[in-house]
């Protein structure tokens, strides 16, 4: 049989907004992010939801994060006598407020979600919370099993933004 899956936010947040949706959104064509690409979907979205709901986090693939990590490089300053290099963006410091940068494994490698993690959560279905029972006896030991139906839910995805299509 065909197991039961949940979409996940990125099932909330597919490729161009409408007005019934009312997330950010935006095609790259396949083009590299920029930081102007990045403060655009920022001020869109402090100006749709107010600074109380914006989103703080950006969830992307390795690539985004490092042309996020990019940007920044020139910025960077090293003393002489420094004999470690490179850099790394965890937190984004916007007009907007602090933005924190996740790398996930899961993220499409052409898709940067920007999410508040205070609308996000895992809930059961009516009666599906975790419980555990004993099972058919096989043998001379006892069986258990631990299960439970969940699902995502997402609040206010009007607040998120997605931008998509990234080079």
């Known amino acids: ?9 990125a099932h909330y947040l597919k490729g161009e907004a409408s007005p019934t949706t009312g997330y950010y959104s935006a095609d790259l064509n396949a083009a590299h992010v920029t930081e ?38 020139p910025y960077a300053r090293m003393a002489r006598n420094e004999r470690t290099g ?14 924190d940068v996740l790398m996930s494994l899961r993220c499409p490698k052409d898709t940067i979600y920007y999410v508040n993690l205070d609308f996000l959560g895992i809930h059961p279905y009516k009666g599906g919370s975790f419980f555990d029972q004993e099972l058919a ?5 006892t069986v258990r099993q631990i299960y439970g139906l969940y699902t995502m839910s997402f609040k206010n995805v009007k607040s998120a ?6 080079s």
């Open 1 to 9: 049989s065909i197991p039961r899956l949940m979409g996940g936010f």
């Open 36 to 73: 102007k690409d990045l403060n655009d979907m920022f001020q869109d979205r402090f100006y749709k939801v107010g600074s109380k709901n914006m989103p703080k986090t950006l969830i992307l693939g390795s690539w985004n994060k490092r042309r996020i990590d990019d940007m920044f490089a």
């Open 86 to 99: 490179g850099v790394i963006i965890d937190t984004l410091d916007t007009n907007f407020g602090p933005v």
């Open 137 to 141: 006896k096989t043998g001379a030991f």
């Open 161 to 166: 933004g997605v931008i998509y299509d990234t």
